[in-house]
């Protein structure tokens, strides 16, 4: 039954019966035969079927949820057992916002220094996929904004308070204040996050507020291409001052604070609701809540 809902939410990740089939390593027959096993055991339709895959009955759907508890289950009950034997060891796989990125070394290096046999996967993505991703038991633990929009059922630890900075050249517009409005932030010509990011709908909700509009000169998905640019000293952008200060500004590039108002938001981990937690992620969690008093 485990084998059979594996496969299962390896449809429901890929949305096509023959790449699931490869993730999983069987033949696309054998997962045929396997997914009409369990709607035999079940007695219900779960997977509407064509040429090609179409999605999920009702009842597929309600079973994917089942799915993940009992999958999810599975894995850390042979994880708790497997740790009463061994000493600590397996692979993390974390999901991050790319505006946290910078500080995901000041969870890990701890963490490692504890537990050398632990490996990690970082992934970067937007806040909407963490979720996703957690949701869908492909990665263990996310770090993402945990009180803007909604985060589902997830068990949440707070990191920080994200705030913002207008980084600018010295020569740039408002480049010598100590400090910006949004309003005037809103006159600047920047170059920021596409719009399906959490970080670029906050900054915009902030200009919204003062009766001000971004008007950006270029957009990416990167925060890498976005200081690459500011660096040159000809761009502007707005970034969280923690990320700012984990990049190190040249001196052709200021990190101004902007006011009126001041914004933030709470950064933290999240990880399944799921009680016990494996002993992984239980070790995880209690290295981000000693970490997180030096993050404020």
């Known amino acids: 039954m485990i084998d059979k809902l594996e496969l299962l939410l390896a449809l429901a990740k890929e949305r096509h019966f023959g790449r699931a089939a490869e993730a999983c390593g069987v033949t696309q027959p054998t997962m045929s035969t396997s997914l009409k096993q369990l709607e035999e055991i079940l007695g219900v339709m779960l997977v509407q079927r064509g040429s090609r895959f179409q999605g999920f009955t009702p009842e597929g759907e309600r079973t994917l949820d089942w799915a993940r508890r009992i999958v999810g289950d599975a894995r850390a009950m042979r994880q708790e057992i497997n740790s009463l034997k061994d000493k600590l060891s397996g692979e993390i796989r974390i999901a991050a916002i790319p505006t946290v990125l910078g500080m995901v070394a000041s969870l890990t290096t701890p963490f490692r220094a504890r537990y050398p046999d632990v490996r990690f996967r970082v992934v970067s993505c937007t806040s909407a996929q963490v979720l996703g991703l957690l949701e869908n038991l492909e990665v263990d633990a996310g770090l993402t904004y945990i009180e803007n929009e909604p985060i589902g059922n997830v068990r949440t630890i707070p990191l920080f308070n994200e705030s913002y900075r207008l980084l600018t050249s010295p ?5 010598d204040r100590k400090q910006v409005t949004w309003t005037e932030v809103g ?34 998905n990167s925060l890498l291409v976005l200081y690459t640019h500011v660096k040159t000293g000809r761009w502007a952008s707005v970034m969280p001052a923690k990320l700012a200060e984990t990049l190190g500004l040249a001196d052709k590039v200021r990190s101004i604070p902007i006011v009126d108002p001041v914004v933030d938001y709470s950064i933290g981990m999240v990880v399944p609701q799921r009680d016990p937690m494996t002993p992984l992620i239980a070790a995880l969690v209690q290295i981000v809540r000693e970490v997180a008093p030096s993050l404020q």
């Open 187 to 220: 006159q600047v010509p920047l170059c920021l996050l596409t719009p399906d990011m959490q970080n670029r709908r906050i900054i915009d909700r902030a200009l919204k507020t003062v009766g001000a509009e971004a008007t950006p000169t270029l957009t990416s």
């Open 171 to 175: 020569e740039g517009m408002f480049g």
